[in-house]
């Protein structure tokens, strides 16, 4: 089973890209990395999702490392809004017995 | 389109007690999910539907029940209601096709949740 492991918290400044790393050195071939938020105590809120290509979205990109070993969500000018948790999953789009979405990241942007 | 609501938005329950969670969701949507997050911590599945008439177990699916007789709805039993089921539920829904599927696509798209505790 491939899992995710992430910081606990950031800080970033307001209008700074903000960068968020997860590990999932387990993953395998045919497991996807999605990224998802959380913003206070609101149900989650999808932002992007990627194989081993880099992504880019309105909202967001993904840098998924050669190796699918780790990658990073970047958001390239955080503000007050983004402050949220940050949750990392891994997992086969079939798959829903693996879809673990950990303790996440909780990004505090600051004025 | 109001996309996924839950009724009711908290709850308290007395040990033993049960209760069904409501969720329906007005965007056609084939699959729907049940999770449960506890305090600082992620969430977790329970159940899931890929269509009306289907459903399976997710990671924690004891204690729990669903039912999917109509795409639009999914609701969520709970029988003999116990402290370990004080949570938050949320539920979920997204749109898969075979092509969906083939490049990984899954936006899941969350209700509001329904804050629990069982006393």
């Known amino acids: 089973d491939a899992k995710t492991t992430q910081p606990p918290s950031m800080d970033c400044a307001e209008g700074r890209a903000a960068n968020l790393p997860c590990n999932h050195s387990?993953?395998?071939?045919?497991?996807?990395v999605y990224w998802y938020r959380q913003i206070h105590s609101q149900g989650p809120q999808y932002i992007i999702h990627?194989?081993?290509n880099n992504e880019t979205n309105e909202m967001a990109s993904l840098i998924i490392t050669e190796d699918r070993k780790s990658s990073t969500l970047i958001l390239p000018h955080a503000t007050l809004r983004d402050t949220a948790v940050y949750y990392c999953?891994?997992?086969?789009?079939?798959?829903?017995?693996?879809?673990?979405f950990g303790s996440g990241t909780k990004l505090n942007v600051k004025p | 389109n109001a996309g996924v609501t839950q009724t009711p938005k908290f709850r308290i329950l007395k040990i033993g007690q049960s209760m069904t969670l409501q969720c329906t969701q007005d965007?056609?949507?084939?699959?729907m999910y049940w999770y449960r997050q506890d305090p600082g911590m992620g969430l977790k599945l329970i159940y899931y539907?890929?269509?009306?008439?289907?459903?399976d177990k997710g990671e924690v699916p004891n204690g729990y029940n669903v039912s999917r007789s109509t795409t639009e709805d999914f609701p969520l039993r709970l029988e003999l209601a116990a402290p370990s089921q004080t949570s938050v539920y949320f539920c979920?829904?997204?749109?898969?096709?075979?092509?969906?599927?083939?490049?990984?696509?899954?936006?899941?798209?969350f209700g509001p949740g329904t804050r629990l505790t069982v006393l």
């Open positions: 965007m056609n949507h084939n699959y």
């Open positions: 979920a829904s997204s749109f898969q096709t075979s092509g969906s599927r083939i490049i990984g696509h899954d936006e899941q798209f």
């Open positions: 387990t993953i395998s071939g045919n497991e996807y």
């Open positions: 539907s890929v269509g009306a008439g289907i459903t």
């Open positions: 990627g194989l081993k």
């Open positions: 999953i891994v997992r086969v789009v079939d798959n829903f017995n693996k879809f673990y």
